[in-house]
């Protein structure tokens, strides 16, 4: 059995010592049954976690590995452990990782995981690794995609940037998709706008303003 079997193996059994089938129905309830859950809280979830992978070194061929089979297992506190490994490794990952991301982002797809792979491991990889014309191209095509989640990281992958945010590319991008229905899509514009508001509020405003969105987006720019 290699190392990304073992660690899986065991995380597996620990979370099984620890599943709670009330809390996981609630769990699953909260997600509209679309997964399952072993019924773990998030604390006790990172406490296991670090338990298990508590002299593990990020390797990252062995991280993809391990992310693909959490990715494929049934209940969703697998998917989420990979932010618990992920986010303290982010600094280690470069550009090859962006093409990984996009395949997690479209598999088991909802907000939970997209808002986590979106704007914590694509935009900082982005952020750091590329000049803001390469960002600005990679947004352009994800925001043509026909699937909602790619076109919500389009949206929210600068989420964390603060003053380096390119603005003009986010009210190009919210634009292109103004006339969408989708909830996720307007709700994610509203969400980036409202970000944006807290060092610029009156661009925000201004904005808001001049042009065409819908209520939702509206609503969540200006809370």
Not at 9 to 21: D, P, R, T, W
Not at 59 to 68: G, N, Q, T, V
């Amino acid at each position: 059995m290699n190392k990304v079997e073992l660690l899986f193996q065991n995380l597996q059994a620990e979370f099984i010592v620890h599943q709670n089938s009330s809390r996981a129905e609630k769990m699953a309830a909260y997600m509209r049954n679309q997964f399952q859950f072993y019924g773990i809280a998030a604390p006790k979830r990172k406490e296991i976690v670090k338990y298990v992978f508590l002299d593990y070194k990020y390797d990252k061929a062995e991280f993809m590995a391990l992310a693909e089979k959490l990715w494929l297992h049934p209940c969703r506190e697998n998917q989420y452990v990979l932010f618990d490994l992920g986010f303290k490794w982010i600094g280690k990952m470069d550009l090859d990782m962006i093409p990984f991301f996009e395949e997690l982002l479209v598999k088991k797809s909802w907000w939970d995981t997209v808002d986590g792979i979106a704007p914590q491991f694509i935009g900082k990889i982005l952020l750091k690794k590329c000049t803001e014309s390469e960002r600005e191209k990679k947004a352009l095509l994800w925001n043509k995609s026909s699937n909602i989640w790619v076109i919500r990281t389009s949206l929210i992958f600068q989420l964390h940037y603060k003053d380096a945010i390119n603005f003009k590319l986010v009210k190009k991008l919210i634009l292109n998709r103004a006339e969408s229905k989708e909830f996720f899509i307007q709700k994610a514009a509203g969400w980036i706008l409202r970000q944006h508001a807290k060092t610029n509020y009156d661009e925000v405003e201004e904005f808001v303003s001049q042009n065409s969105l819908p209520n939702l987006t509206k609503r969540e720019a200006l809370k």
